[in-house]
């Protein structure tokens, strides 16, 4: 296992400048660029000119080897369209704010959707199989577009428990972690469902029941390991959506997240500032994933990796 | 006695066979499918029965909630919303269904391979979805617009290019626990072709996940259509969708809340039956359910 | 276990939403209401700070509170008041302005302003490697545009001279009778040459100078707190020259990252006094539920359609002037739009600097129909399909769905319109890769030549392929006659010129739209959306 690790962490090296690679020639394929007349004009010269600072004048592999040289010395370069912070610095301003987003938006949907998912499993074509899926759905009926706003009509406007926009207090965070949690609760929920379901029918399962063991002790000591299973798969995809898809939840709530700016990043054409947060994403879900093939193999003993 | 003259007990049957009198027994699922057939139906044939076009303006009707004459109400340029749904349906229902066929199949295909294989080839192309995944996906729907227009064919391509990759992750996972167990082994001992022991009997033993995000997964991809549609490609006005119906509507919540609720309640009836729908294909299908 | 460690993260999840003020937010603003703090939802995070660099509506509205120019309007009136400047005096050809500036004006930081530093802060503009996209508002200096694309390197021969500490004396090439109220944009204002150097070189885009901890100012405010997308605060600044008028202590702005729902429900939650923009979908609820809090103030800003008279059959003036008189102008504005607009007849928004366009488009069907046929398409037979582009954004939808739809009923012309996202839209209007193109002009400064300049052959604004000598003769005749009559006399004429060859179709003159609380006062509106926040204060009422 621990070499199994190593050689993960060791693969991600090549992965990473891979993507860097990639990325790098595939966003200057997008028409425009971060300096090009916009609604007013802007005289070619002063164009030149600033492309020059951004050294965006040069031949194309030029500036590529001189970001990846850049790279490798841990400087991601300046932000084009904000130039009053370089991306490193945008990053760590705005990514803990996105993760910490993420991280209790996860948390909500697994609690949620395991707690819909395996009580639903229990009883299944039955009220509580249908009472707690049908509310898990609701969290893709109403998309985070529609259901933020919702939540914040009831809860903030109309109740005033929360307010309307805004992250500094532990109030701040609740409507966005729902909103974004949602989803994947349902998601959650469908899985550890169809999950538990498998697991329940197998004959280790009515052996435990032949025994005498409590219903409870059953499911929760032997049944969940492996009916989780389906939904552990998931929460690599599941983390990185939460991560990259937190711009709209951020741009709902006035939260000041890396997935707006690497939204607008795009849409600017920031090149470099583009590239870090696309970088940083994919740091973050190669390691996610790592550890979600981990979790795989210490739940169900007979997943080997060799 | 000859064999002929004593009738078999059990007709052979088929896993699919067997399946199908499950489901027929499942009544929340038949009721389902019926619901999902409806609707079909509804958004076929509507379009060509209502008195309206989906693009018929009355500007100065602007926004009015349901009446006789519009039964969802109209939009802000006086639009009869019942009309836009359906319209809207067809384009929502085939891109769901065509994207969603596109990324099951690559990506069972993908994952059941990966993660059959083992070893260092599972580890390269997991390492590729990785890198897939990175991929900003507004810019490469940006790209795909320009170097290949706006076809509708396109979209299902880009969405299809997308929702692969988290198939495959749950199709491999699925795989990678099902290798080592005892009747792939003895798939193998008896000599099967490695191809036929993932599609005969890797594959249908994983479906159960791989069915419940297929129907996790079509209306995902329906509201994807939305923003894609944002980017410019897709569906363009005055054609709509029920993502973009959805998306406008929620932007107008409060003042003309049935823009909303008429597409979302569309959408959501559709997801619920998909979801009973897959929920009893995943019951009948399971093997070791069959208590007959 | 799985069990128990479940548990713990639930109580822990609870355990966080129950708590008040604790959480990670380091912002010490509390944005509760405060008497004399104006809390503003601004429209979008500044792109940055720096006056030189800044393009959009939204940072002006920022820099007003920061900067100071030579001079500043009457938040009312518009009327020219004294800035860092208290007096003024024009040479009888109208080219060259003398100001003498206020001795007492100052920096935030307790120095005095001289005149170098506004040589300084126009040399910075007008540097080409910096690379201001507003900077061709100071090519009406001699030698400003020279400078700026780099033919001239000394910029000593610009026209811009400190004769003493505060005197400043500058040349323009042309008379420009509304020069004296360009100095409320950012482009003119003031920066300290000590600041800037301290933290790079004059023409560095990336500087830190403009962070809180660094920033020097000449404002009623200074600068004290930038978290991105959470806040802007600035407060009172204790060395400006007229702080003795200055009522409010603080403005808070909290920008809300384009959506302007949320601007909206932070007002009704009394998180913020007022904001920049309120969706028009709102408009008709407020007027009905709530006027008091609503304005809707005119705006010098206008919203048309380009036509790219390049492509046939787009080339006949005839077609155009069909296509523009097709166009049911009221219909959109009071039923598309709610109400928020006005329809527009002219390029120029009425009233700019004291003028009125008298040459105007009206929505005309049976001329439009009689122009199609006389063009060659007889109720649009033969004409060939159109497309109409625009960006994202769901009025320029609406509007391009109602045009299409009045198009192919009026004219019975097949139309299509496309949605193109933000640099691909530009890219298409800029190359002339369209056959109608949503655009929009807001006055960078009160006058309409500001707008006449933008279609004469050649010019970097025009886009659309349109050219007419005579046209631009005018614009020339206007631009150095010193007789205001004459002036505008020349420009109707150049406008009607415009709107009879119809390159361009005025579809409606902005207004400003937004909510502002019943405890803030002094907040009057003014065409350019300008802010002197000197006059503004704010009283909560004690509940």
């Known amino acids: 296992m621990t070499r199994f690790i190593l050689r993960r962490l060791a693969g991600f090296v090549p992965v990473f400048l891979i993507i860097a690679t990639l990325i790098f020639f595939l966003i200057r394929m997008a028409p425009g660029g971060p300096f090009q007349e916009g609604e007013r004009f802007v005289p070619p010269e002063v164009l030149e000119q600033i492309r020059d600072t951004y050294n965006l004048n040069a031949p194309l592999h030029v500036q590529y080897f001189d970001y990846m040289r850049d790279l490798l010395r841990g400087d991601l370069g300046p932000s084009m369209q904000q130039p009053s912070r370089t991306v490193s610095e945008w990053i760590v301003l705005r990514a803990p704010v996105s993760i910490e987003l993420g991280a209790y938006a996860l948390v909500v949907s697994v609690v949620l959707g395991l707690f819909a998912g395996v009580l639903a499993a229990l009883r299944p074509n039955t009220l509580t199989d249908y009472v707690p899926m049908s509310l898990a759905m609701v969290g893709i009926c109403l998309?985070?577009?529609?259901?933020?706003?919702?939540?914040?009509?009831?809860?903030?406007?109309?109740?005033?428990?929360f307010p309307v926009a805004g992250w500094d207090t532990a109030a701040h965070k609740v409507l966005p972690a729902l909103t974004l949690g949602a989803v994947y609760a349902a998601y959650v929920a469908?899985?550890?469902?169809?999950g538990m379901f498998e697991v329940l029918a197998q004959d280790f399962i009515r052996t435990a029941r032949a025994k005498g063991l409590s219903e409870a002790r059953v499911v929760l000591r032997h049944a969940l390991r492996g009916g989780i299973q389906p939904v552990v798969s998931f929460l690599g995809p599941a983390a990185a959506g939460l991560l990259t898809g937190s711009f709209v939840v951020e741009k709902i709530f006035q939260i000041p997240g890396l997935g707006k700016q690497f939204v607008e990043a795009a849409f600017n054409r920031d090149y470099t500032m583009l590239l870090g947060a696309v970088l940083f994403y994919a740091v973050l879900i190669l390691a996610f994933n790592l550890i979600v093939d981990i979790a795989q193999a210490w739940l169900d003993p007979r997943v080997r990796y060799d | 006695m000859?064999?002929?003259?004593?009738?078999?007990?059990?007709?052979?049957?088929?896993?699919?066979?067997?399946?199908?009198?499950?489901?027929?027994?499942n009544h929340l699922a038949t009721f389902a499918l019926v619901v999902l057939i409806l609707i079909l139906f509804v958004v076929v044939i509507g379009p060509w029965i209502s008195p309206y076009s989906y693009e018929t303006q009355d500007r100065e009707l602007g926004a009015a909630p349901p009446t006789a004459k519009n039964w969802f109400g109209t939009d802000t340029l006086g639009r009869d919303l019942f009309t836009r749904i359906l319209y809207g349906g067809r384009i929502s229902l085939m891109v769901g269904f065509c994207a969603t066929a596109v990324s099951l199949t690559i990506g069972v295909l993908y994952g059941a391979v990966s993660g059959f294989a083992g070893g260092r080839v599972d580890s390269a192309m997991m390492r590729v979805v990785d890198i897939l995944y990175t991929l900003p996906f507004t810019i490469v729907v940006i790209i795909l617009t320009v170097y290949l227009g706006k076809s509708i064919v396109l979209l299902f391509l880009a969405i299809g290019a997308i929702e692969w990759l988290t198939m495959a992750r749950i199709v491999r996972g699925q795989v990678v626990g099902l290798r080592n167990k005892e009747f792939v082994e003895a798939a193998y001992v008896m000599g099967l072709s490695r191809s036929r022991i993932i599609l005969r009997h890797l594959v249908p033993n994983a479906l159960g996940p791989i069915i419940v995000y297929t129907t996790l997964t079509i209306p995902q991809v329906m509201l994807l259509e939305a923003l894609i549609s944002f980017l410019g490609l897709g569906v363009q006005p005055p054609m709509s969708s029920w993502g973009v119906l959805i998306q406008d509507g929620a932007k107008l919540m409060e003042e003309y809340p049935w823009l909303l609720i008429f597409p979302s309640v569309f959408l959501s009836l559709t997801l619920f039956s998909l979801n009973f729908l897959g929920d009893g294909l995943r019951d009948a299908l399971d093997p070791r359910m069959a208590k007959d | 276990m799985t069990k128990r460690f479940l548990a713990s993260l639930f109580f822990l999840l609870a355990a966080g939403c129950t708590g008040e003020n604790e959480g990670t937010g380091n912002g010490n603003s509390s944005n509760a209401p405060r008497d004399n703090v104006l809390r503003v939802a601004a429209d979008a995070e500044p792109q940055s700070l720096d006056p030189m660099l800044t393009t959009g509506h939204t940072e002006h509205r920022i820099l007003c509170s920061l900067f100071e120019g030579l001079t500043t309007l009457n938040q009312k009136t518009l009327a020219v008041e004294p800035g860092v400047a208290q007096s003024w005096e024009m040479s009888s050809d109208g080219k060259t302005y003398t100001f003498r500036l206020n001795p007492a004006a100052k920096w935030s930081d307790g120095t005095p302003i001289t005149a170098n530093d506004f040589i300084y802060s126009w040399k910075r503009i007008l540097s080409p490697k910096l690379g201001s996209e507003y900077s061709y508002m100071l090519w009406c200096l001699e030698n400003g545009e020279k400078y700026n694309k780099g033919d001239v390197t000394d910029f000593a021969q610009v026209g811009a001279k400190a004769i003493d500490d505060h005197t400043l004396e500058v040349k323009l090439l042309y008379p420009a009778p509304y020069f004296l109220t360009v100095h409320m944009h950012n482009?003119?204002?003031?920066?300290?040459?000590?600041?800037?150097?301290?933290?790079?070189?004059?023409?560095?885009?990336?500087?830190?100078?403009?962070?809180?901890?660094?920033?020097?100012?000449?404002?009623?405010?200074?600068l004290v707190e930038w978290q991105p997308n959470r806040v802007i605060r600035v407060v009172r600044n204790e060395h400006y020259w007229n702080v003795a008028n200055v009522s409010l202590e603080e403005i808070q702005f909290y920008p809300v990252n384009g959506n302007l729902q949320t601007a909206e429900r932070m007002f009704r939650a009394n998180e913020v006094d007022t904001m920049e923009t309120l969706l028009i979908t709102k408009v008709p609820a407020y007027k009905r539920d709530n006027p008091d809090v609503l304005r809707l103030d005119p705006f010098t800003a206008t919203y048309f359609y380009r036509i790219n008279t390049t492509r046939p059959p787009l080339n006949d003036p005839r077609v155009r002037l069909a296509l523009a008189m097709s166009v049911d102008k009221e219909s959109i504005c009071n039923d598309v739009l709610f109400g928020a607009f006005i329809p527009a007849r002219a390029l120029s928004p009425p009233g700019i600097g004291g003028y009125t366009a008298d040459a105007g488009i009206d929505y005309d069907l049976a001329k439009a129909k009689q122009l199609m046929a006389e063009a060659g398409f007889p109720d649009g037979k033969g004409m060939r399909p159109l497309e109409i582009l625009y960006n994202e954004s769901e009025d320029h939808q609406m509007i391009a769905e109602a045009v299409q739809d009045m198009w192919k009923k009026n004219l019975g012309i097949d139309v299509t319109s496309s949605k193109q996202?933000?640099?691909?839209?530009?890219?298409?209007?800029?190359?002339?890769?369209?056959?109608?193109?949503?655009?929009?002009?807001?006055?960078?400064?009160?006058?309409?030549?500001?707008?006449?300049?933008?279609f004469t052959t050649g010019n970097g604004n025009n886009r659309t392929g349109w050219t007419n000598a005579e046209y631009d003769s005018l614009e020339q005749k206007a631009r150095f006659e010193i007789d205001p009559a004459k002036r505008f006399g020349f420009m109707q004429e150049a406008e009607g010129i415009l709107l009879g060859d119809t390159p361009i179709i005025p579809i409606y003159t902005y207004r400003q739209r937004y909510l502002v609380s019943p405890s803030v006062q002094g907040y009057d509106s003014n065409p350019m959306a300008y802010m002197n926040y000197r006059y503004f204060s704010v009283k909560h009422q004690p509940n």
């Open chain 1, 143 to 161: 998309p985070t577009f529609v259901m933020g706003p919702l939540l914040v009509l009831g809860f903030a406007l109309k109740l005033q428990w």
């Open chain 1, 190 to 194: 469908r899985l550890a469902r169809g």
């Open chain 3, 421 to 454: 996202e933000w640099k691909v839209y530009l890219n298409s209007m800029t190359a002339l890769n369209y056959d109608v193109v949503r655009a929009g002009w807001i006055a960078d400064y009160l006058d309409p030549m500001n707008y006449i300049e933008c």
């Open chain 2, 2 to 25: 000859t064999e002929a003259a004593v009738p078999l007990l059990e007709a052979g049957t088929s896993l699919w066979r067997d399946a199908w009198r499950r489901l027929r027994k």
């Open chain 3, 187 to 222: 482009a003119w204002f003031p920066v300290q040459q000590a600041t800037i150097e301290k933290h790079g070189n004059i023409d560095d885009r990336q500087s830190k100078w403009i962070l809180p901890e660094n920033m020097v100012s000449n404002g009623p405010f200074k």
